[in-house]
């Protein structure tokens, strides 16, 4: 498949005057490109992304929109450029979109805006995430499922709302406990069960075969292990699957293979069903594994590649979490000390926090203003309080980092006590000061210590736990 991407960047995309006569960089909040397939969106932006937390999230906007209408005028037919120009013309932007389960949903939000040397407690838990990685991360991984998409232009996906299945009744409990998971994504993603007149049929195949080569004697315990991500229980299961290319043929046990099929019977023979959408998922498993298990974890991601895969020959997935104290001050990265803006009724400027204050200590860590300092000293505390992690909660971030990890409950009273130790100018663990690692008296609360002038000030605040936890096929 063809498609011109149209990336718009998160990077800054237009500014407006601030009050304070500061800029604000501002963004869209999502990316997209001009589709070219006529069976989604043909000549119409489709949302490749969002911004994660951003007013249009909050709005609702989801991946694989497709963008109707911009400010009411059709988004169909124009060049980038245009489409580029017509979202730039006001700070909200109106949007028509559509999307399986709904058609023409009309959504409204502003960009999503922050002073340009400022610095807010959202980007500071990623830059300070090791503080509490049980409460900040980003992991990705990938499946090797192949996608096809019937090319067909009478093919159109907004077309087909509803679903049953074309299984032979012989076929047994296997198929009809894959037919349940398929109904339960389905669903969710905004089909109908309907075994009247459906749209579409699904037909289901899956098969193991015995790896000939297979070398029990090697050491199956030193070989990389696979994490997926069960949408059910929200958890990360080890699996006995092995998608790496350090594996070798002989190591793998036995080869599974699932295959599901999108059928349009208006279209179909008796001799040849004409399938409009396929996923197929080839996998090596270390040992032998129960189709029913396999599918709990699978069958939805298989299915989120419906109707529009963002990739073909393999599926990508990612989850995000973050959760922190949210006071609403906003520091300036060139001098944290320094309080750049406060969020209007937010907690800091409901307890009296103001714009341009100096920051002496925040719960009772002196406040270092030099952003280097800062992150040498962050640095040394992630490599000093590894001891202190439990290796068996290892994981690889995002970013291919593969050394994150959890801390050990045993060890919280040691990690509180290293928080606090001067050397590592831990201020910015007080995002955290929920969580008993941090702060064993449980008291949730942020205590600034300020100048005003030649006034010192010490305000209590009351901040806000905000929480985002994000899955997603991209």
Same mark, same amino acid.
């Given at each position: 498949?063809?498609?011109?991407?149209?990336?718009?960047?998160?990077?800054?995309?237009?500014?407006?005057?601030?009050?304070?006569? #500061?800029?604000?960089?501002?963004?869209?909040?999502?990316?997209?490109?001009?589709?070219?397939?006529?069976?989604?969106?043909?000549?119409?932006?489709? *949302?490749?992304?969002?911004?994660?937390?951003?007013? %249009?999230?909050?709005?609702?906007?989801?991946?694989?929109?497709?963008?109707?209408?911009?400010?009411?005028?059709?988004?169909?037919?124009?060049?980038?450029?245009?489409?580029?120009?017509?979202?730039?013309?006001?700070?909200?932007?109106?949007?028509?979109?559509?999307?399986?389960?709904? $058609?023409?949903?009309?959504?409204?939000?502003?960009?999503?805006?922050?002073?340009?040397?400022?610095?807010?407690?959202?980007?500071?838990?990623? %830059?300070?995430?090791?503080?509490?990685?049980?409460?900040?991360?980003?992991?990705?991984?990938?499946?090797?499922?192949?996608?096809?998409?019937? +090319?067909?232009?009478?093919?159109?996906?907004?077309?087909?709302?509803?679903?049953?299945?074309?299984?032979?009744?012989?076929?047994?409990?296997?198929?009809?406990?894959?037919?349940? +998971?398929?109904?339960?994504?389905?669903?969710?993603?905004?089909?109908?069960?309907?075994?009247?007149?459906?749209?579409?049929?699904?037909?289901?195949?899956?098969?193991?075969?015995?790896?000939?080569?297979?070398?029990?004697?090697?050491?199956?315990?030193?070989?990389?292990?696979?994490?997926?991500?069960?949408?059910?229980?929200?958890?990360? #299961?080890?699996?006995?699957?092995?998608?790496?290319?350090?594996?070798?043929? $002989? &190591?793998?046990?036995?080869?599974?293979?699932?295959?599901?099929?999108?059928?349009?019977?208006?279209?179909?023979?008796? #001799?040849?069903?004409?399938?409009?959408? +396929?996923?197929? %998922?080839?996998?090596?498993?270390?040992?032998?594994?129960?189709?029913?298990?396999?599918?709990?974890?699978?069958?939805?991601?298989?299915?989120?590649?419906?109707?529009?895969?963002?990739?073909?020959?393999?599926?990508?997935?990612?989850?995000?979490?973050?959760?922190?104290?949210?006071?609403? *001050? @906003?520091?300036?990265?060139?001098?944290?000390?320094?309080?750049?803006?406060?969020?209007?009724?937010?907690?800091?400027? +409901? %307890?009296?926090?103001?714009?341009?204050?100096?920051?002496?200590?925040?719960?009772?860590?002196?406040?270092?203003? &030099?952003?280097?300092?800062?992150?040498?000293?962050?640095?040394?505390?992630? #490599?000093?309080?590894?001891?202190?992690?439990?290796?068996?909660?290892?994981?690889?971030?995002? @970013?291919?980092?593969?050394?994150?990890?959890?801390?050990?409950?045993?060890? !919280?009273?040691?990690?509180?006590?290293?928080?606090?130790?001067?050397?590592? @100018?831990?201020?910015?663990?007080?995002?955290? &000061?929920? $969580?008993?690692?941090?702060?064993?008296?449980?008291?949730?609360?942020?205590?600034?210590?300020?100048? $005003?002038?030649?006034?010192?000030?010490?305000?209590?605040?009351?901040?806000?736990?905000?929480?985002?936890?994000?899955?997603?096929? !991209?």
């Amino acid at each position: 498949m063809k498609r011109i991407l149209f990336l718009m960047s998160l990077l800054c995309i237009s500014f407006f005057s601030f009050s304070q006569n #500061e800029a604000k960089t501002c963004r869209l909040g999502f990316n997209y490109f001009i589709s070219q397939d006529h069976y989604w969106g043909l000549g119409k932006p489709v *949302v490749t992304s969002v911004y994660i937390n951003s007013p %249009a999230e909050k709005a609702g906007l989801k991946i694989n929109d497709i963008i109707e209408r911009i400010g009411g005028l059709p988004a169909e037919g124009y060049s980038a450029d245009t489409i580029f120009a017509m979202l730039q013309e006001d700070r909200y932007i109106k949007l028509t979109v559509s999307k399986l389960g709904y $058609r023409n949903k009309e959504l409204t939000f502003s960009k999503d805006c922050d002073l340009m040397d400022a610095m807010n407690e959202k980007q500071l838990i990623s %830059a300070f995430a090791f503080y509490s990685l049980e409460d900040v991360q980003e992991r990705a991984f990938a499946c090797p499922f192949k996608t096809t998409v019937n +090319q067909d232009e009478k093919i159109d996906f907004l077309n087909y709302k509803t679903f049953c299945f074309d299984d032979d009744p012989l076929q047994g409990d296997s198929v009809s406990y894959l037919n349940a +998971q398929i109904i339960k994504s389905l669903e969710k993603r905004g089909l109908t069960y309907n075994s009247e007149n459906p749209d579409l049929y699904i037909s289901t195949s899956y098969s193991f075969r015995k790896n000939k080569d297979y070398d029990p004697s090697e050491n199956k315990d030193k070989l990389p292990k696979e994490q997926r991500y069960n949408v059910y229980t929200k958890t990360f #299961e080890e699996l006995p699957v092995y998608y790496n290319p350090l594996i070798h043929e $002989r &190591n793998v046990e036995q080869f599974l293979t699932l295959t599901i099929n999108f059928i349009d019977p208006k279209y179909s023979t008796k #001799e040849e069903p004409y399938v409009v959408w +396929q996923c197929t %998922a080839d996998e090596s498993l270390a040992n032998s594994c129960p189709v029913k298990n396999y599918a709990d974890i699978h069958i939805p991601l298989m299915l989120m590649q419906y109707p529009y895969p963002q990739t073909f020959e393999r599926a990508r997935f990612r989850y995000f979490k973050e959760k922190y104290n949210y006071t609403g *001050v @906003n520091y300036d990265m060139n001098n944290f000390q320094k309080i750049i803006y406060v969020d209007p009724v937010s907690p800091a400027a +409901q %307890a009296g926090i103001e714009t341009g204050d100096m920051i002496q200590k925040i719960n009772d860590l002196k406040m270092v203003g &030099n952003p280097k300092k800062l992150s040498s000293s962050y640095r040394l505390f992630i #490599e000093d309080t590894k001891p202190l992690r439990n290796e068996k909660t290892k994981y690889t971030d995002i @970013n291919g980092y593969d050394k994150c990890m959890f801390w050990d409950v045993f060890s !919280y009273p040691k990690i509180e006590e290293a928080l606090k130790n001067p050397e590592y @100018n831990a201020v910015f663990s007080y995002l955290f &000061n929920f $969580r008993p690692y941090v702060n064993m008296l449980s008291t949730n609360h942020v205590s600034f210590n300020l100048k $005003r002038g030649k006034e010192l000030l010490d305000i209590q605040v009351e901040p806000i736990i905000t929480e985002c936890e994000l899955f997603e096929n !991209y």
